[in-house]
């Protein structure tokens, strides 16, 4: 059956940057393959029309049709030092308008023990390719389309990392002509390896967006813990795919904490590919004035016995918009399967907006799925009591907020992002006025 | 201390208390007893200054101020204090740290100095030591989890560090077992001082053996009907309430 693809203005835009993205840049044989399907795929896939599954609850419209200038990777950057956490200070991979840059990475700590290179290895660009060719998510797309190098940080078997590692990604922004940014990283964790690696996205003014993809590979028997931090001005777009693959008895614990912006969006995909591999997503979001956080969420059991959580806070206020979009496939033969799925939304106006769709695919017959979703105000007994203490409204309603809020955020075993936490994301919690 | 002066209150537009006038004095406990629907937990909800019931008409002085006109946070830091018949949960919010914001409030309020968590700690244990409790009240989040025993000397630890001067115990005494109970009156009665008074509001005699009131007072469909002493309490004991609520 032959269709004639009829593009839009806002996919030929993107077209044509990518053919002025080629030209400007001299890719390896490898990448321009990448390059080459991932556009294939763009043009294939097409922008989101508000019918499109994946962005149902997400306006991508303004987005699709802004014009982007590709990211100028040797832009300087000030005060790099402020945001790497206390104890990255030797193992900080820096990543300026989504390309790493060496000479800014703090590596020290981590070169002898950790592995990071360009894309080198035939298995990965095959490994890759093959993921670009069933690439569901149009964004996801543009990242392999457009991004000028893929990182491939490289995890030895056994290996035990002893600090944290933070990569750090710094957007240097432009207000007149908007830039897109695509890292693209492989993150490869050898058999027994235990990892923790903390992500955070800021940037020095408004006028980027960050697209990023990320495969984590977990051999069998390692742990990876990772805390996402998105802090992002307002002005700028946030679109990240973390796409992982676990083995045997294999971890990934990850908690993502949003402040939000005009629009970011959160998109897991986790395959627990063999017997006892274990999956916790956890997400927290501060949202006022018009911010919006939207997580899409597919985990899939492949296998027995594996298990998964996700726990996911979101705190909005004025005309901030949210949406949790998280679907657990549980196939035939994965047997003995633990899914839980809990969404809570906390909403502290009349205007603001939380979209919730927990689901659960179940093929098997001998399985412990359960989901649920929350959506309320304050309690109301809750802030009488805490009053008949003698505490004022506005400082019950703030403490009453921050400690929902905090649970997630109590979860992140990083104490020093924690205390960064309590002192912006928690921060917006306080009230103005009672 | 405290002037109830011909009280009416409801909720939702229906009258429960039709005419309370009660005087409180220093160093006083009185029991404020009766059956189920006379109007006693809408009292200490309006005394308490619960938004959804409403004094129609009436007074409330304590201290010399109008209550009526003070919201719930200015009636606890103008030293009346509320426990509650079903203390609610507040996941999240730590135990020792709720102490000591409401301490803090009060302390601010008096034109202190707010204390730091260090030398809060030492106050909340030496309070918890006369009080009996164990460390668990410090490390739990507020009645998280507590069952009823434990939220009932939540409160009563909530009032040795509040140290109010009008207590206001709602209740306090159901869904206690009688070791519970015991434990609760102990803490109650070695807070209790020359400058302080309590009101009990109960429906059994029991607790009044433990916490001995100076007066007891019988409401019935909104009204107080008899009051008394300590023996009026054992005689609603033996004979139940009919006889004094059909007497009038």
């Not at chain 1, 400007?24 to 922008?47: D, P, V, W």
């Not at chain 1, 742990?223 to 795919?241: E, I, M, R, Y």
């Not at chain 1, 649920?372 to 004022?392: H, K, M, N, P, V």
């Not at chain 2, 009240?137 to 434990?150: Q, W």
């Amino acid at each position: 059956m032959s269709e004639t693809i009829v593009e839009s203005t806002e996919e030929t835009a993107f077209l044509d940057l990518h053919k002025k993205f080629v030209e400007e840049n001299k890719s390896s044989s490898a990448l321009s393959a990448i390059h080459e399907s991932a556009l294939s795929r763009f043009e294939m896939l097409g922008f989101p029309h508000s019918k499109h599954e994946m962005y149902t609850y997400v306006n991508t419209k303004k987005l699709a049709a802004t014009t982007f200038a590709v990211s100028n990777p040797s832009a300087k950057i000030d005060l790099i030092e402020k945001h790497i956490y206390s104890g990255c200070e030797n193992s900080c991979l820096v990543f300026v308008n989504g390309v790493l840059d060496r000479s800014l990475s703090k590596l020290k700590d981590i070169e002898s023990s950790v592995k990071i290179s360009s894309l080198e290895e035939k298995s990965d660009t095959d490994t890759l390719l093959e993921s670009v060719e069933n690439e569901n998510d149009v964004f996801a797309c543009l990242t392999n389309a457009f991004c000028s190098d893929v990182t491939v940080v490289e995890f030895p078997d056994k290996g035990q990392v002893a600090v944290p590692i933070q990569a750090l990604f710094v957007s240097t922004g432009n207000t007149s002509l908007p830039e897109m940014h695509s890292p693209r990283l492989l993150w490869k964790v050898g058999k027994l390896a235990e990892v923790k690696v903390i992500e955070k996205f800021v940037g020095m003014q408004e006028g980027y967006f960050t697209n990023m993809v990320q495969d984590w590979r977990v051999a069998e028997g390692a742990g990876v813990v990772l805390t996402q931090v998105q802090s992002d001005p307002f002005g700028a777009w946030n679109f990240h795919k973390t796409r992982v693959h676990i083995k045997r008895n294999a971890r990934f614990h990850s908690a993502n904490a949003s402040s939000g912006s005009v629009l970011v969006h959160n998109h897991f995909e986790v395959r627990l590919e063999e017997e006892g591999a274990e999956v916790i997503l956890n997400g927290v979001s501060v949202l006022k004035g018009k911010e919006q956080v939207h997580n899409f969420i597919r985990i899939h059991h492949e296998a027995p016995q594996c298990v998964s959580h996700q726990h996911f806070k979101n705190v909005i206020n004025d005309e901030g918009r949210s949406s949790f979009d998280g679907t657990v496939i549980v196939n035939q033969g994965a047997q003995l399967t633990s899914a839980n799925q809990l969404i809570n939304n906390l909403m502290l106006s009349d205007d603001c907006h939380a979209d919730n769709k927990p689901n659960l695919m179940i093929f098997a017959d001998d399985v412990k799925c359960a989901h649920g979703a929350t959506i309320g105000q304050i309690d109301e007994d809750q802030l009488f009591y805490l009053q008949t203490r003698g505490l004022s409204k506005k400082f019950a309603k703030e403490l009453l907020t921050r400690s929902f809020a905090e649970s997630i955020v109590q979860t992140i075993e990083f104490s020093e992002v924690v205390k960064e936490l309590s002192n912006t994301l928690l921060k917006k919690l306080e009230v103005d006025n009672v | 201390m405290l002037e109830i002066k011909d009280l009416h209150a409801g909720v939702d537009g229906t009258e429960i208390v039709k005419g309370i006038s009660l005087s409180v004095n220093k160093g006083e406990v009185h029991a404020i007893m009766g059956p189920n629907g006379s109007g006693k937990s809408t009292l200490a909800k309006i005394l308490s200054g619960h938004p959804a019931y409403e004094a129609t008409s009436g007074e409330i002085i304590f201290d010399g101020q109008n209550l009526l006109e003070m919201d719930a946070e200015e009636r606890s830091l103008a030293g009346v204090f509320m426990g509650f018949q079903y203390p609610v949960e507040v996941p999240g919010v730590n135990n020792a740290e709720f102490l000591r914001m409401a301490h803090n409030a009060r302390r601010v309020k008096a034109g202190e100095e707010e204390v730091d968590p260090l030398d809060f700690d030492e106050l909340l244990s030496e309070k918890m030591k006369m009080l009996g409790m164990e460390k668990k009240y410090k490390e739990r989040n507020l009645n998280d989890g507590f069952s009823g025993g434990e939220k009932k000397k939540n409160e009563i630890l909530q009032m040795a560090i509040l140290e109010p001067k009008l207590s206001l115990l709602d209740e306090t005494d159901s869904g206690l077992d009688i070791d519970a109970l015991r434990i609760v009156s102990e803490g109650v009665n070695k807070l209790r001082n020359e400058n302080n008074a309590l009101i009990l509001i109960t429906h059994y005699q029991r607790l009044l053996d433990y916490i001995k009131p100076d007066f007891v007072h019988v409401l019935s469909q909104g009204k107080i009907v008899k009051s008394g002493d300590k023996a009026l309490a054992i005689e609603l004991e033996s004979q139940g309430y009919d006889w004094v609520t059909t007497a009038d």
